[in-house]
């Protein structure tokens, strides 16, 4: 069927439903690679439609069961080790991606901000650090030049940390 016809349009979505049968998310990323081809395409005018074009997604995700109460922070600030505490603090009061926080040396903290340069964006960042992040870093000891470290006193790792703080919430939900 050439791509004029006008049947070309159900048949992709017929396509794309039948990979939603195992799973939706990744029917919508195959089914979005297809779009981009044909846009590249259309754009180039290979073909003389996109069939394609506004064909919405089918998966939907809601993290609102993701979002920590004030109670399980501080269940989680009053029972974890000082690197999950810091490694918690961080980016409460910075903001900043993962990879940024691990990268982040302790010379980029000068007692009352921190300086960074965002690896993602490429832009220069100034924070000014709040209480309760001062406090943490003040109190943390350094080991390394980074300011995540793990109990080794090396550089924090994303799968590490997380692994870590996930075996620290499981634990506490177990007590409540």
Not at 4 to 21: S, Y
Not at 76 to 81: I, K, V
Not at 84 to 97: D, E, N, S, V
Not at 142 to 169: C, K
């Amino acid at each position: 069927m050439p791509i004029p016809d006008r049947r070309t349009r159900g048949e992709f979505l017929a396509w794309r439903d039948r990979l939603a049968n195992k799973s939706k998310r990744q029917a919508d990323y195959a089914f979005s690679v297809l779009a981009r081809i044909l846009s590249w395409a259309f754009d180039r005018r290979l073909v003389p439609l996109n069939p394609s074009e506004k064909s919405g997604r089918l998966y939907r995700a809601n993290r609102c069961d993701k979002i920590w109460s004030d109670a399980d922070e501080a269940a989680l600030m009053h029972s974890a080790p000082e690197q999950l505490k810091l490694a918690l603090i961080l980016p409460l009061w910075t903001g900043q991606r993962q990879g940024d926080r691990l990268r982040l040396p302790w010379s980029a903290y000068d007692g009352s901000r921190i300086r960074l340069m965002q690896r993602k964006t490429g832009i220069r960042a100034s924070i000014k650090v709040g209480v309760p992040l001062k406090q943490a870093l003040d109190a943390t000891k350094r080991q390394g030049p980074m300011i995540l470290e793990n109990s080794d006193g090396r550089p924090g790792h994303r799968t590490r940390f997380a692994a870590h703080g996930i075996r620290h919430v499981k634990r506490l939900a177990l007590r409540a």
